[in-house]
């Protein structure tokens, strides 16, 4: 496990451990395709290994050879341009509208149902941040204040949201879910800014106090958080505890309602029952989807 845990300050090392660092741009205006090409089928060799090989505890050794030769690559003037296109079928690569910025993003199983996640942000300039996981040492309490790059809540990446704040500048939402406690797993809402040389995650942007927003439950239970675009609001499940006991985590599901997070007046505001269930009395039912009056 030592060793695991050092494997999180692998992408500080490769990249450089106290300041993001800036690439030189390049004279010409293109990239050289062909050898970035080369370089990025480099890397879907060592993913390949890092997912599939069949003894978990190899898997990261090969995801140190990945961010080795991940961390090389990214250095490469221009290197921001070059799509990834094969390797993001592999790992998370996901850009904000404006483009100003990606995050490469992945996680590795190292024991059963365990993970950690590694990932880096790279600006438009070149500019690289790793993201060094510390989920592991983050007490409950911290996980509701800031955090940064270096002292990152590790979670797998599936979306990228901007809103624009009071001043008119955009704010970044991160849409994530960490799967590595025993019996729970928790899917976040996080605010991200790049402020000189580090990352920092989260902001006074929901109105319950927090930091971030977060839903821990039942590990293997199915629960979304998202952005629909249809209503113009974050959307996600309302849970409740299978032995009505709602303080332990590992006993909330869904229970079939929807509740909402809508942005207004620069912070998101919750917003409930926005699909609601029938609730039946014992021995009532709906007659042709009408409920009979009492």
């Known amino acids: ?22 690439q030189k ?14 370089s990025e089928d ?7 290994s890092m997912n599939r090989v069949a003894v978990l505890e190899e898997r990261i050794e090969y995801c140190h050879t990945f961010v080795k030769r991940l961390s090389h690559l990214l250095k490469e003037p221009n290197s921001f341009q070059h799509p990834f296109t094969e390797l993001s079928k592999k790992i998370h690569i996901l850009y904000p509208e404006d483009r100003s910025f990606r995050i490469l993003n992945w996680p590795v199983e190292y024991a059963p149902a365990r993970f950690r996640y590694y990932g880096a942000i790279q600006k438009a300039d070149g500019t690289v941040y790793p993201l060094v996981d510390k989920s592991e040492a983050i007490e409950e309490k ?20 901007s809103q624009k704040d009071a001043s008119g500048k955009t704010v970044y939402f991160v849409f994530g879910v960490n799967h590595n406690n025993k019996n729970t ?8 800014s790049i402020q000189g040389n580090r990352v920092v995650f989260g902001g006074d942007y929901f109105n319950n106090g927090n930091k971030r927003f977060l839903i821990e439950y039942q590990k293997g239970a199915q ?17 409740e505890s299978e032995i009505n006991q709602p303080l332990r985590k590992n006993t909330l599901v869904p229970n079939g309602e929807l509740d909402g997070l809508k942005w ?12 609601p269930i029938l609730k039946l009395k014992d021995g009532q039912a709906p007659i042709n989807g009408v409920m009979p009056s009492n």
């Open 142 to 161: 911290e996980l509701l204040g800031l955090l940064d790059n270096k002292n990152w809540y590790g979670v797998e990446y599936y979306k990228i949201l």
């Open 42 to 48: 480099s890397l879907l060799s060592a993913v390949d």
């Open 264 to 275: 207004s007046n620069y912070q998101w505001q919750l917003v409930r029952n926005l699909v």
């Open 1 to 22: 496990m030592k060793y695991i845990l050092q494997m999180g300050l692998v992408f500080g090392l490769c990249m450089g451990t106290s300041v993001a660092f800036a």
């Open 223 to 239: 629960v979304s958080l998202n952005y629909d675009t249809e209503k113009g609001m974050v959307v996600y499940n309302a849970l």
């Open 185 to 192: 797993s928790i899917k976040t809402l996080d605010a991200l």
């Open 25 to 38: 741009t390049s004279t010409s205006t293109s990239p050289a395709s062909s050898s970035f090409q080369k």
